[in-house]
C-alpha cells in the first residue's frame, strides 16, 4: 500500500489550552517529534450569531469560540519545527487581498523552507464579508481571481500583469517567492462538482472532501477529479486527497467517557488508499480531556501509522 500522509487539525481551542491560547506553538513540537506528517489550521476572521446557517450539518462552536488567524499561526508553528508541514484548512481567499496574500504564503513557505499547503474556500459566513465591506455574492469570483493573481506573482517572470474582473496590477514585482516550485500547493475544499474539478485542473494539487465521506462517493468523486485533471493534460495519479478519517472509540469506565482505538481507527486507511486518497484527516482534541493527553495522542496515532 503507498503511504498515506498523516494530517490533524487543530481547532476548538478553549477546552484544551483555555486563555493560553501560545500553547498551540507547543503542539507543533509535539507533533513534529512524533513524526505526524502535517498540522492543519481552520479560518475564522470573526464570527456571528448565526451559526445556525453553516451549511454542512450543526457548527460545532459557539460563537465566542477563539479561531487564531491561520497564517500567523503557521509562522509561529514553522519556527518551532523543522519537518512537519503546515496548511490551512480551509482558509477563506476572498477575504485576503490578492497580492498581500501572495507575499503572505510565499514568505511562510520561504521560512518554513517549502511546509506550507493552501487549504482554499469561499467561506459560508456573509458576516465575516460585511464587517469588511466585501462583497458576499462575488466570492467565488473573488476567490479564482485571487488565487490566478498568486499563481502568476509566485511563477511567471517578473515584472508580472494580471487582469481580472476582481483583481488587477501591471509590472509588479512581488518577492520573495515561494521556495516550492511552482509556488504554494492548493488544496481545494467542496464537493467535486464541475466548477471545483475545473479548479483544481487548473491551479490544485489536490481536494480537500467536507467531513466523512461515504466510501462509495468518496471514489467516484475522485474519479472525476482525476478525469478533470486527464482533460487538462495533467497526470491524474498526482491527485492529493486529503479525506476524513473517522476515528474509532471504546468505551472507559462507567461515565461515559471514551478513548480513541487507534489500530481499529487506523485498519479503514488501506481501503481508502485504494481509492485514491493520499492523507487522512483528524481532528485535535475531540477525545482528550486535558493537555496531557496532546502528546500520547500523536505518539500512539504515529505508531498506528507506522505498523
Not at 33 to 60: E, K, N, W
Not at 240 to 257: D, Q
Request: glycine residues 10%.
Amino acid at each position: 500500500m503507498t503511504r498515506v500522509a498523516v494530517s490533524v487539525t487543530v481547532s476548538g481551542l478553549t477546552r484544551l489550552f483555555g486563555d493560553d491560547l501560545g500553547a498551540v506553538v507547543d503542539v507543533a513540537r509535539i507533533a513534529d517529534d512524533a513524526g505526524i506528517d502535517q498540522l492543519v489550521l481552520p479560518d475564522h476572521v470573526i464570527m456571528g450569531p448565526r451559526t445556525d446557517r453553516y451549511p454542512f450539518g450543526t457548527f460545532p462552536y459557539p460563537p465566542g469560540e477563539p479561531w487564531l488567524e491561520p497564517l500567523t499561526t503557521l509562522a509561529a508553528m514553522a519556527a518551532a519545527t523543522t519537518r512537519v508541514r503546515l496548511g490551512t484548512g480551509i482558509l477563506i481567499v476572498p477575504l485576503r487581498p490578492a497580492v498581500l496574500l501572495a507575499k503572505t504564503a510565499a514568505t511562510l513557505d520561504v521560512l518554513s523552507r517549502g511546509r506550507l499547503d493552501l487549504g482554499v474556500g469561499t467561506g459560508w459566513q456573509r458576516e465575516e464579508f460585511e464587517a469588511q465591506g466585501l462583497p458576499y455574492g462575488t466570492r467565488v469570483r473573488q476567490m479564482d481571481d485571487t488565487l490566478r493573481a498568486c499563481r502568476a506573482l509566485w511563477t511567471e517572470p517578473a515584472p508580472v500583469t494580471f487582469e481580472s474582473d476582481t483583481v488587477s496590477f501591471r509590472d509588479v514585482w512581488c518577492a520573495p517567492r515561494p521556495v516550492q516550485p511552482g509556488g504554494v500547493p492548493l488544496w481545494f475544499g467542496g464537493n467535486a462538482n464541475r466548477a471545483t474539478a475545473r479548479r483544481i485542473a487548473e491551479l490544485g494539487a489536490g481536494w480537500l472532501p467536507i467531513g466523512v465521506m461515504p466510501v462509495d462517493e468518496l471514489g467516484a468523486s475522485i474519479e472525476v477529479l482525476r478525469g478533470a485533471l486527464r482533460d487538462a493534460g495533467r497526470n491524474p495519479s498526482t491527485l492529493g486527497v486529503r479525506a476524513g478519517l473517522p476515528m474509532v472509540t471504546n468505551p472507559v469506565g462507567t461515565n461515559g467517557e471514551q478513548q480513541v482505538d487507534f489500530d481499529a481507527t487506523w485498519a479503514r486507511v488501506p481501503e481508502l488508499a485504494g481509492l485514491g486518497v493520499t492523507a487522512v484527516s483528524l481532528a485535535l482534541g475531540r477525545f482528550l480531556r486535558s493537555r496531557a493527553d496532546i502528546e500520547p495522542f500523536f505518539r500512539d496515532l504515529a505508531a498506528a501509522a507506522a505498523a
